[in-house]
Each structure stands twice: as C-alpha cells, then as structure tokens.
C-alpha cells in the first residue's frame, strides 16, 4: 500500500509561501527523517488522521500533551464550557486557583507558582526568579536537554537544535551564553569542577531529569541526588525541568518517581491539556521575589487563560482520580511496544538500544549503552530515518527525529501494540 498524500502536498506548497521551512515549529518539517510530513485534519483517541484521510497510531502525542488520548470528551467539554464564558478576560478568575491547587495535590514541591504560556517561558523565568534570589549569574545546564528556546538555553541543547546539529543558535550573542555552562549529563565530577571554576557564582543547575530532548536518557543511580546535594551545599537552586516528565513519569513527575525534592519546577506540556500552558514554581522564598512581592519581573498577556486553565483542570483532574489505574497501564503498554519492537529488530538483525522510563522511551540506533548526549549522537540517524519512513507508510507516526523520545496515551491498547509490531517487521526488513 502506498499512501497518497495529495492534499498534504498541497497544503504545504500554501504554507511554504506563508511559513519558513512551511512550519511554525522545524522539526515538523520532517528534514531530518526525510519523507512527507502529512498534514492533519483531526485526531481521536491514539489515532491522527491527515488530509487525505489516512489513518496513523500517534507515538508523539503532540510532543507529550496528549496523555489521555485526542478530543477526550470531558477535556472537550470543558474547553467548550470556558470558551462561552469569554476565551480571555486578563484579570484573575477561579480557574487558576483549581489548576493551582491540583498541581500542588501532585507535586507539593510547588509550594507558590505563576502560570504562563509555553515551557519555555516557565524554563526562562524559573532562571530569572533563581538569578535574583542568589544574585548569581550563571546557571548550569547538561547537553542535549531542551529548555525552550530563550536566548540563554540555546547552548548545545536538545530536540529541534541536536536534530539539526546547531551548536549553538545564530544570533544568541557570545555575552549572552556566556553564563550558561552546558556540561555532560551523568558526570557529577563535571559539576563539581564547574562549582569550583566559578565559586559562589553559579545560581541554579537546571536539568530534565529524566531527559526526553536527546531521545531518551535515564539519570545513573545516584546522580539526581549527588546535584541536589550539591546545590544545597553551594547554595545554588536545582530547577527541575519536567515539562515533559510532569503528569507523565508519575503523577507527581520525575521528582515523585525519584524521591527528589527540586527548588523550582518547571512543568507545560501535560499540564495544559492540549492548549497553550506552562508553569513555574517551587519554594515560597524563592518564588516571592517575584512582582508584585518582589523585585524580579514577570508578565503575560494571556498567563492563566480562562480555556488553557480548564483544559489542564480536566486533564489533571483526570489523572488525579484515576493515577492508580492510569499510570500502571501506560507504563506497561510502553513495555509492551519498546520491548516488542526491539524484539523484531534483534531478530533481523537491527542493532538497537532501548532507553525507556514509564511512558516515553526511544529506540537509539546504535548497539552502545546511552548515557549522555555524546552516545546518543553515534547513533545511525540515516538508519532511524528509513525505519521512520517505512513506519509511517505502515500508518505508525514516530517522532520524527532520532533525538525525542516517544510516548503512550491512555487510548492505546493491544490492538496497537499488535500493529506497531507488525508495521515494524515489514519496516525492518
Ligand atoms: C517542550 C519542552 C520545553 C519547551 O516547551 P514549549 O512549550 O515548547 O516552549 C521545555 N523543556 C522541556 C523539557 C520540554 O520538553
């Protein structure tokens, strides 16, 4: 079967004269993977439908939202709900305080906290608030993590930047980046000496704990807790970045699953349920520096959004109610697909290994253990590419980059396992 994709083609010739790359956001351009990226009329359940009306699995969930599965009826209904009550009113209503209070129900870390509109702007002003508590400028991060795309965590980070292999993004200046120290994941002993280049200077070290961004890469047992050790004994802040593993790992995130108490967290993705949601927060000290209690300023038009805020109600609630059943499912249809897939790929002879924690893993093209960046980088992309082809001719849409991790939504079940394992076995071959 070879899929036709004519109203895709041409839709994208329209956003090619509109959109650089014809995309809002690169890696959905598909460069990397090669092949068409379809366009999409609507999605249900675990299933994308494109333009022309072919039918895939959904294994990127847009980036990690989607955890409950696409167009959920009560999320659905909630947004409809919020939305004839006025899609925006720029002054506070009660639906930041039920989103707030179920946040802090999951993760208690989260003791204040602001909502803005994207993990990116959580990521940027989660190392403002910490710069001006210490009054310390720079700020540690670890290759191949992803923080959004301010300025200052465009230094060797991950997703779309190591897809592309940009070291570093034009038109950050030097000055600019010069305060972030990009370091390698899983090496404490790099921390250390960075603390001791740079005494009483570094304000925060902010980090996927789980890392999503380079594809998927696990912390090596006792590393979470040697930096939270670390900082505290520094006084520099440990910032969390779950947006991606917030809502996903566990309900309280990586910070539940590892029994790790951050001073800031960052958390989007999930969180919003679909719409446009981050949010920032961790220790009430730390966090009442900001304005209007403190002198570090922070702002948004659309922040706590009467629609973003009730489609993260229905969706944390969910998970809330129902973390007992839906976290041991998902987890377990992770396995079944990861463990499944690699099992065809070792029987014909594809070397692959396979990086997986709860819901969200990555099949690395390379026989080598993966620890950090530099061993996700070996991996053979050309070889991640035609397998990703072959999988979306077989109606098995993977993230389309061998530097993200997948992930599983409550929609999906046996029968896709069985499909996906079916689709790779013709994909391997
Ligand atoms: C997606 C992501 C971000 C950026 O979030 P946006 O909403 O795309 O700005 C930041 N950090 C991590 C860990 C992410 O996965």
Redesign the pocket.
């Known amino acids: 079967m070879t899929r036709v994709l004519e109203m895709s083609r041409s839709l994208q010739r329209r956003a090619e004269g509109l959109f650089p790359g014809g995309v809002n956001?690169p890696v959905r351009a598909f460069r990397s993977v090669g092949g068409d990226a379809p366009f999409l009329e609507r999605a249900q359940g675990a299933y994308l439908y494109d333009a022309d009306g072919n039918r895939y699995i959904d294994y990127f969930g847009s980036?990690?939202p989607m955890v409950l599965g696409h167009a959920v009826p009560e999320v659905v209904d909630a947004i409809r709900y919020a939305a004839g009550r006025s899609a925006s009113f720029g002054a506070s209503h009660a639906g930041e305080a039920e989103l707030g209070e179920l946040i802090r129900t999951a993760v208690p870390s989260m003791e204040r906290m602001r909502f803005v509109s994207?993990?990116?702007?959580?990521?940027m002003s989660a190392i403002r608030v910490a710069r001006g508590f210490t009054r310390r400028r720079y700020v540690i991060k670890f290759e191949g993590?992803?923080?959004?795309?301010a300025d200052g965590l465009l230094v060797k980070a991950g997703?779309g930047v190591a897809t592309f292999g940009i070291p570093g993004s034009a038109g950050v200046p030097d000055e600019v980046a010069h305060f972030t120290l990009a370091l390698p994941y899983n090496d404490i002993a790099a921390v250390e000496a960075a603390f001791a280049k740079h005494k009483g200077d570094i304000a925060a070290i902010i980090l996927?704990p789980v890392?999503?961004?380079a594809g998927t890469l696990i912390p090596k047992a006792g590393y979470l807790e040697a930096l939270r050790s670390l900082t505290e004994a520094e006084g520099a802040l440990l910032i969390f970045?779950?947006?991606?593993?917030g809502f996903r790992l566990a309900l309280g995130g990586a910070q539940q699953r590892f029994g790790i108490k951050p001073d800031l967290t960052?958390m989007?993705?999930i969180v919003g349920g679909g719409l446009?949601v981050?949010v920032f927060g961790g220790r009430e000290d730390v966090m009442n520096m900001l304005a209007p209690l403190g002198p570090v300023y922070q702002a948004g038009t659309l922040s706590g959004n009467p629609l973003a805020m009730a489609a993260g109600s229905a969706t944390v609630g969910r998970l809330i109610r129902e973390a007992g059943t839906i976290y041991p499912q998902i987890d377990e249809t992770t396995r079944q697909v990861a463990e499944g897939v690699a099992q065809v790929a070792a029987d014909t002879g594809v070397r692959l290994t396979t990086n997986r924690l709860g819901s969200m893993w990555t099949w690395f093209f390379t026989p080598d253990a993966v620890e950090n960046f530099e061993d996700a980088a070996k991996s053979d992309t050309a070889a991640f590419g035609r397998f990703h082809r072959a999988m979306m001719e077989e109606g098995v849409w993977l993230p389309p980059s061998q530097f993200e991790a997948a992930f599983i939504g409550l929609a999906h079940g046996k029968d896709e396992v069985e499909k996906t394992i079916a689709a790779a076995r013709k994909a391997f071959v």
């Open positions: 956001s980036w990690g994207s993990g990116t702007e959580a990521t993590c992803y923080h959004g795309h997703s996927e890392v999503g961004n970045d779950e947006v991606m593993t960052t989007g993705k446009p981050g």
